[in-house]
């Protein structure tokens, strides 16, 4: 048993925990829950999709910590399962919402999307919505790198470790996604 | 409006404080003669920063998550390993009728071979009778008949000519 580990870092915290002390996970869950649910805000607007989202991301860390080889942080590495389960859920999504409208189409009920309900739109507001109209138009690579670095100040560099990608490449990323938005917010406005 | 095609990569970096060094002299050095870059800088910093909404939880709510959590990670570890489930692995399906079997043909020998060194009770009729009460006993649940052996003794006692009679 570890005696204090609040006062230990997360690399003496992983160690401990893939020997067996899940108190030691414990901790680090505790160190990174709020940060967690907050990026799966970012992906789902919804508290519990955010809640439980994030609490399987742990419940991942968790099965697979014994294979995590400690080359990257804790947190660069939770993060790409988190994000992973981030971009999963938002693909789920948006297939769900494809075969509901093909499922419209198909009953003659047209094109259009159902929107927002109008009390949804007053109690949200109207920016909001069209802020988050304009995000999910974002790719999702795009929408993640955004996500990253402008809700949650990733730099460049973590970004690109949760991602397992180039700076180069989440530099495109990040600019191709704020010029969309600026464009999209332009033309809702 | 619009930044110069060059820039826009950098302006956004600029934006974000990622550009450092010969970069950021670059871009700043660019920003003090074009209008354009700095309205596009400054659009940036207006727009951006209202694309943020969070959410802020009560207490309860991560009181309630961690709770939840912990729960969910015993299940998991109980499912992947540990020591608790080497434990509860004796009492699953296959090891209990195995031992139970293996007990009672254990058993079921003993009184067997008890049984046949038993030596045959003498055969009066006193002693048939008490042989008689005490199989019946035997195969009966004593704490579900104290009133019928209460009755026997009675019955007994009153063929020794001791006892009033009982009530069945």
């Known amino acids: 048993m570890i005696s204090r580990p609040g006062e230990l870092g997360d690399e003496a915290l992983v160690i401990a925990a893939q020997q067996g002390e899940r108190e030691a996970f414990e901790v680090l869950v505790e160190r990174y829950k709020e940060k967690a649910y907050r990026i799966a805000f970012d992906f789902t607007r919804d508290r519990e999709e955010a809640k439980d989202l994030s609490q399987d991301a742990f419940l991942q860390a968790f099965s697979h910590l014994k294979s995590f080889d400690r080359r990257a942080s804790f947190y660069t590495w939770f993060y790409r399962i988190l994000v992973n389960l981030c971009l999963d859920y938002r693909r789920r999504k948006a297939k769900i919402a494809w075969e509901s409208l093909e499922e419209r189409t198909e009953r003659g009920d047209g094109f259009a999307s159902p929107g927002p309900s109008p009390v949804d739109q007053a109690i949200r507001g109207e920016i909001s919505e069209k802020i988050e109209t304009a995000l999910a138009t974002l790719p999702p690579k795009q929408r993640a790198v955004f996500l990253l670095k402008n809700h949650e100040g990733l730099s460049i560099s973590e970004i690109a470790g949760v991602m397992k990608s180039a700076e180069g490449t989440i530099k495109v990323h990040l600019h191709r996604a704020v010029i969309a938005l600026k464009q999209r917010l332009t033309e809702l406005a | ?168």
């Not at chain 2, 694309?51 to 570890?77: A, C, G, N």
């Not at chain 2, 209990?96 to 030596?119: C, E, H, Y």
């Open chain 2, 1 to 168: 409006m619009s930044a110069c095609t060059a820039f826009e990569q950098d302006l956004v970096l600029y934006h974000y404080g990622e550009c450092s060094g010969i970069e950021k002299q670059r871009v700043e050095s660019h920003l003090e003669s074009c209008a354009a870059c700095r309205g596009f800088l400054q659009e940036l910093k207006s727009f951006l920063p209202s694309t943020v909404e969070t959410d802020e939880p009560p207490p309860s709510f991560w009181q309630d998550y961690s709770r939840e959590l912990r729960i969910k990670l015993s299940d998991r570890q109980e499912r992947s390993g540990g020591w608790w489930p080497s434990i509860t692995a004796l009492f699953r399906p296959w090891p209990v009728p195995v031992l139970a079997a293996g007990a009672i043909v254990a058993i079921g020998l003993t009184i067997s071979l008890s049984n046949s060194r038993r030596p045959e009770p003498p055969s009066s009729p006193e002693y048939v009778e008490m042989a008689t009460n005490a199989d019946f006993f035997r195969s009966m649940d004593l704490l579900d008949s104290m009133d019928l052996l209460e009755s026997v003794e009675g019955q007994e006692a009153q063929q020794k000519g001791d006892a009033p009679a009982q009530n069945l």
